[in-house]
């Protein structure tokens, strides 16, 4: 079973500063993707960025970018110029890949991390 | 807006009783997945059905029951509510065309059980 690992329960940045929050996983499987939601304090859950194992390539969305280390099963999000509207939990998650039609599967889920940015 | 909803918002009911918590898809997505939020668990997949057919069973106690539409909307029911219940629940979608095809997530229903 795949398992996610969030090791910073809470984090704060000030504004305009960078962050970088960890997470690391689990697996046995070779072919996978990774996520990274935002829930904030409206609790919707929103995708921020997602990373295919296959590609050495890290994904980069505006100020959210990854650094994905396969090898190490290391998944980090850095978020540059913190905006107060980035205060939100971060949850990293594992996809496997499907082999049915369709192919998607489950998302598992790592237990978050709480960034506050301050003013 | 993501596309997904969920009735109702808030849900607040007493032990032993059965709630239905209904999820509408994004146009056009096939799955439909359930996931518990709890402090104590925290987020954790219940059950996908893709197509009206169920496809992935996780941790859903024997409780609760899902079932997908011909439209294609689903409804996860749970009974014989126990406090430990009290979570959000977040039903997503996905048009499934391709693997590792982004869930889209609804706003969640909040139930209580006193």
């Known amino acids: 079973a795949q398992t996610v690992t969030q090791s910073q329960p809470e984090m704060s940045v000030q504004e305009a500063e960078t962050v970088t929050l960890s997470c690391t996983y689990d697996t046995s499987e070779n072919n996978y993707y990774l996520f990274w939601y935002k829930q904030p304090p409206s609790r919707q859950m929103i995708l921020v960025i997602r990373q295919e194992a296959y590609k050495q390539q890290n994904a980069t969305e505006n100020r959210f970018s990854v650094n994905f280390q396969k090898a190490a099963k290391s998944f980090s999000l850095k978020i540059s110029d913190s905006q107060l509207g980035d205060t939100a939990m971060y949850f990293c998650?594992?996809?496997?890949?499907?082999?049915?039609?369709?192919?998607?599967?489950?998302?598992?889920f790592g237990k978050g991390t709480k960034l506050t940015v301050n003013p | 807006d993501s596309g997904v909803t969920q009735t109702p918002k808030h849900l607040i009911t007493a032990t032993g009783q059965r709630v239905t918590l209904r999820c509408s898809p994004r146009?056009?997505?096939?799955?439909v997945y359930w996931y518990q939020q709890s402090l104590d668990q925290g987020l954790q997949f219940l059950i996908q059905?893709?197509?009206?057919?169920?496809?992935a069973k996780g941790n859903i106690l024997e409780r609760f029951s899902a079932q997908q539409f011909p439209d294609l909307h689903s409804e996860l029911n749970l009974s014989s509510l126990e406090l430990g219940d009290s979570a959000l629940y977040f039903c997503a979608s996905s048009v499934e065309d391709f693997p590792g095809n982004e869930q889209f997530f609804g706003p969640g229903t909040r139930l209580t059980v006193l």
């Open positions: 146009s056009g997505d096939l799955s």
């Open positions: 059905y893709y197509n009206g057919e169920e496809r």
């Open positions: 998650a594992f996809m496997k890949h499907g082999r049915r039609q369709g192919g998607s599967e489950k998302l598992v």
